[in-house]
C-alpha cells in the first residue's frame, strides 16, 4: 500500500481543500473529458476550490444530487445530463466510512443509488474524507434505498435476516424522501462480514433500489488528517 502525504496546512481548514483540488485536477480531471460528481459537504468544499475548471469547457459533469448541482452551477461548470454516464471517466465522491479492506458505507445524505451508478461506470475514481471516517470495522448503520410500495414487504424481509431497520424521519417528523422518491431503512445488520455477499442478499429483496455498501476499490483514498494535512491511501492492500 502507497502513502503519499500532502504539505501540512496549519490551522487553515480551507487551504487542505485547495491542496487536494489541485492534486485531483493534475491526476485525474486533467485527463478526463466526462466527470461524476458525488455528494456531500467534502465534495463541494473540493470542487469550490477547482478554478480552473470553470476556464476548460471541453470537461463535461453529471451531478448525483441537487446540492452538488447547484454548486457545479454557481461556479460555471459545463453540465450535462445522465446521458453521458457510459462515458464518465472521472468520480469524485466522499463516504460515510470506510473500513479496513477499504469497503465503504455511504448514503447519510441519500444520494447512495445514483452515486453507485455513476461508480460503477467510471473508468476511475477517488475517495476523499477525514480521518475519522476511516475505521477498522463499520459501526453505523447501512443505508438502504426502498420503492415506497414495497415499504412493509422489504421491512418485513430485513427482519428476517436478522436486520434492524429503522425509516429515515426528517426533524417535522415525516419519512426522508430521496430525490428519486424512495424512502430509506438505516439498517444495523451485523456481523460486518462478507461485504460483498451481505450487499447481494439485501439488493436481491423485491422493493430494495440500492444498498449503501460500496465493495468496489476507488484509484486513491484522500485522508484530511486532524492538522489539515492530507494523506493519499492506494488500495492494493489493507491498511
Known amino acids: 500500500m502507497d502513502r503519499i502525504t500532502g504539505p501540512e496546512s496549519g490551522d487553515d481548514g480551507n487551504h487542505v481543500y485547495q491542496s487536494i483540488a489541485e492534486d485531483i485536477f493534475e491526476k485525474f480531471i486533467s485527463k478526463s473529458r466526462v466527470i461524476g ?8 468544499s473540493i470542487l469550490n476550490c477547482m478554478k480552473r475548471l470553470r476556464e476548460n469547457r471541453d470537461i463535461k459533469f453529471v451531478t448525483t ?10 461556479i460555471g461548470l459545463n453540465m450535462i445530463d445522465e446521458s ?3 462515458d464518465i471517466d472521472f ?24 452515486e453507485k451508478i455513476v461508480i460503477s461506470a467510471a473508468k476511475s475514481f477517488v475517495i476523499v474524507g477525514h480521518s475519522n ?18 415499504r412493509s414487504f422489504v ?19 415525516y419519512p426522508f424522501v430521496t430525490e ?3 424512502i430509506i431503512y438505516d439498517t444495523i445488520y451485523t456481523p460486518f462480514q462478507e461485504m460483498h455477499e451481505m450487499e447481494i442478499k439485501i439488493k436481491t429483496i423485491p422493493g430494495v433500489m440500492e444498498v449503501g455498501i460500496f465493495t ?5 483514498y484522500y485522508v484530511i488528517n486532524s492538522n489539515n494535512s492530507f494523506t493519499i491511501l492506494n488500495s492494493s492492500s489493507s491498511r
Do not use: C, W
Open 37 to 44: 460528481l458525488g455528494s456531500g459537504l467534502t465534495v463541494s
Open 65 to 74: 444530487s441537487l446540492q452538488i448541482k447547484n454548486s457545479a452551477q454557481a
Open 84 to 86: 453521458y454516464i457510459p
Open 91 to 114: 468520480v469524485m465522491d466522499g463516504a460515510d466510512q470506510i473500513d479496513s479492506h477499504f469497503n465503504m458505507i455511504k448514503g447519510g445524505g441519500g444520494a447512495l443509488l445514483r
Open 133 to 150: 471516517k476511516y475505521v477498522d470495522t463499520f459501526n453505523i448503520p447501512i443505508p438502504i434505498e426502498v420503492h415506497p410500495f414495497a
Open 155 to 173: 421491512l418485513n424481509e430485513l427482519l428476517r435476516i436478522g436486520a434492524t431497520p429503522k425509516l429515515r424521519m426528517l426533524d417535522k417528523g
Open 180 to 182: 428519486n422518491g424512495n
Open 216 to 220: 468496489k476499490r476507488a484509484d486513491a
